[in-house]
C-alpha cells in the first residue's frame, strides 16, 4: 500500500465558494484522487482552513503549517506528501513577499525530506504544488488586499524551491482557477479537474 499524505489549507479541506458550507467527501479532489487511483493507493485528507506555512497567524491560533506538519508525519509514514500551501500567507496581515512565501513552503519540503523513521526505507517523496491565484473580485473580501498580483508570483518562486530542493513540482495555477466571484476557494469542477491531473501524475512519482 502506498499512503499519499495531502497536507493543505482550505482548498484541501473543501470550503465551497457559493454556499457555506464544505464539500462532501464525493465532491473534494482528495476523495476524487483516491477513487482514480489503483487499489493500492491509499489518500490521507490533511486540509485545515487558513493554514499557513510557517506563520503565526495572530487572530487564529494553530494554522502554522510547521506546527503540524511533523507529528502528522510520525502518524502516518506517507511515501508521497502533496504539499499545497501558501494562500493564506497571502493575506494583509503578514506583510510577506511572494519569495518569503515560497521559502515557507520550502522549509516544510525540508521537513517532510528529512523525515525518516525506522520502519520507513527512505523519506516520502514530495510533490510541492504551488496555489491557484487569488482574484480581489470581491469587494466584502477583507484581508487579500494586493494578493492577486503577488499570487501570480508564486508559481515562479515556487519553481526554484523545488529546484533547490530536488522535489517534484506543479503549478496548480496553470490548471485550476479559484470561484470567479469569491476569488479565493475552488468551485467543484475544479476539484474533479484538480484529482485527475494528480491521478495521472502520483502514479509517475511512486
Given amino acids: 500500500m502506498k499512503t499519499i499524505l495531502c497536507f493543505g489549507d482550505s482548498n484541501t479541506w473543501g470550503y465551497s465558494p457559493d454556499l457555506p458550507r ?33 506563520f503565526e497567524d495572530p487572530f487564529e491560533p ?30 494583509t496581515r503578514f506583510n510577506v513577499t511572494a519569495s518569503d512565501i515560497s521559502k515557507g513552503a520550502a522549509r516544510l519540503v525540508q521537513v517532510i525530506q528529512n523525515f525518516q523513521h525506522g520502519f520507513m526505507p527512505k523519506p516520502p517523496e514530495v510533490l510541492l504544488v504551488s496555489p491557484a491565484h487569488v482574484y480581489e473580485s470581491d469587494p466584502k473580501q477583507e484581508g487579500f488586499t494586493h494578493a492577486e498580483e503577488k499570487s501570480k508570483q508564486l508559481g515562479h518562486y ?3 524551491r523545488s529546484e533547490e530542493l530536488a522535489c517534484h513540482f506543479f503549478d496548480a495555477a496553470t490548471e485550476i482557477q479559484p470561484c470567479p466571484k469569491e476569488g479565493i476557494h475552488w468551485q467543484v469542477d475544479q476539484h474533479e479537474k484538480f484529482a485527475n491531473i494528480l491521478a495521472e501524475r502520483i502514479p509517475k512519482i511512486l
Fill in 158 to 160: 515556487y519553481k526554484l
Fill in 62 to 91: 494553530g494554522k502554522k503549517g510547521l506546527d503540524y506538519l511533523l507529528p502528522c508525519l510520525e502518524s502516518h509514514h506517507p511515501d508521497l506528501v502533496v504539499l499545497m500551501l501558501g494562500t493564506n500567507d497571502l493575506k
Fill in 22 to 54: 464544505r464539500y462532501s467527501s464525493e465532491e473534494r479532489w482528495t476523495k476524487l484522487l483516491q477513487n482514480k487511483l489503483p487499489e493500492e493507493y491509499l489518500v490521507i485528507e490533511e486540509g485545515l482552513n487558513s493554514r499557513t506555512t510557517v
